[in-house]
């Protein structure tokens, strides 16, 4: 009797012990720079239960990627505010979120508002804004002083010495400039696809003022640094990160307004740790963990003040970049309806086949 009751006690020790040894994992799926080593490093001191796994991705591949598992592999996502509301409702991959758990009174009510106009399907809300941004440009002032428009990157006065990404954005930046607004034609694909057909027609011929198209921020910087590019297409967080190091290279937001994304929290389908999730995102909204982000990401983070919350160096760059007329004239990026992306592809393909 008694070997039977020190066997019962040792069974359930290792039990205990075995349940106790298995920490519960995060999976994160995120952009680079939104899981800094030093965030994880601090989040699992403060919940040992926890492992954080992170995996790097950016919008069309967080989508690939859960819609190919229906939503499964990953607890917490970072999709930016307008790739939600169309990927929910063709593939189901996101769950509503369950506000109750996230401090969103830390967050700016702007940004707040806005991404949840954008993510709430019959009255649930899918997404809360993390940390956001704008592409815009960035020039060298002491060698283009007058850069202001997306389509000075085309002057011949820069010929050979200006830059741009291969991407959407361009496209959306340049429609913008040309006196078109493409987001008001995303209901009407007749007549987006004219308006991107211009734009391409506009981007071939420019091919010839372009020293090279940059795809990451290391390659946009070494052009810029280098004064082998003068001014350039840019996200803002690479040109606060290089006035830094060059205060003559400073964001430029252009006359027709910035293009601003905010990325977000998401949680998957069949996400397993949403428990887990909530805590991260409370976590890392917190103010010294907002500094830590924002001197990775050099984004700014969507709490209230979040610009004193930048480290010095970014701080004056931001400043240096947008006055409140600036700021107000932001063009958020909205909803993407099916067939927009199908047509911006054949555009790029256009542009990037065509000869100089």
Not at 33 to 42: F, N, S
Not at 61 to 87: N, V, W
Not at 295 to 306: D, E, I, P, R
Request: hydrophobic share 40%.
């Amino acid at each position: 009797m008694n070997k039977m009751k020190l066997l019962a006690t040792v069974s359930a020790l290792v039990a205990i012990t075995g349940t106790a040894s298995q920490a519960e994992t995060l999976r994160l799926l995120t952009w680079g720079g939104y899981a800094p080593d030093e965030v994880v490093r601090l989040f699992e001191e403060k919940y040992p239960d926890i492992d954080v796994e992170v995996t790097f991705s950016n919008n069309e591949e967080m989508i690939a990627k859960l819609r190919a598992t229906r939503g499964a592999g990953f607890d917490l996502a970072q999709p930016s505010h307008d790739r939600i509301y169309a990927a929910q409702l063709e593939y189901g991959i996101y769950k509503p979120l369950d506000l109750s758990q996230i401090d969103t009174s830390v967050m700016q009510d702007g940004l707040l508002k806005s991404v949840k106009d954008n993510t709430t399907i019959d009255g649930e809300v899918y997404a809360v804004p993390h940390q956001w941004g704008t592409s815009g440009l960035m020039a060298d002032i002491t060698k283009a002083p007058d850069i202001n428009s997306w389509d000075d990157l085309c002057d011949p006065e820069y010929k050979g010495r200006t830059s741009m990404r291969l991407r959407r954005t361009i496209l959306l930046g340049m429609a913008f400039s040309m006196g078109k607004d493409p987001f008001a034609a995303y209901g009407d694909l007749a007549e987006y696809q004219k308006i991107m057909d211009e734009v391409t027609e506009k981007l071939i011929a420019c091919k010839g003022n372009i020293k090279t198209y940059w795809s990451g921020g290391d390659d946009l910087s070494n052009l810029m640094l280098s004064g082998e590019v003068v001014a350039s297409e840019t996200w803002d967080s690479t040109a606060y990160k290089l006035y830094g190091e060059d205060a003559n290279i400073v964001f430029v937001p252009p006359e027709t307004g910035a293009l601003a994304w905010i990325d977000t929290f998401a949680i998957p389908a069949k996400g397993e740790a949403d428990d887990a999730a909530y805590k991260w995102i409370n976590f890392v909204l917190q103010p010294e963990i907002v500094t830590m982000m924002s001197a990775s990401t050099g984004a700014l983070a969507s709490v209230k003040g979040s610009i004193d919350l930048l480290p010095d160096d970014k701080k004056a760059a931001v400043k240096a970049a947008f006055d409140d007329a600036a700021i107000e004239n932001l063009k958020f990026f909205v909803n993407i309806p099916a067939g927009i992306e199908d047509i911006e592809g054949k555009s790029l393909e256009r542009i990037k086949a065509a000869s100089q």
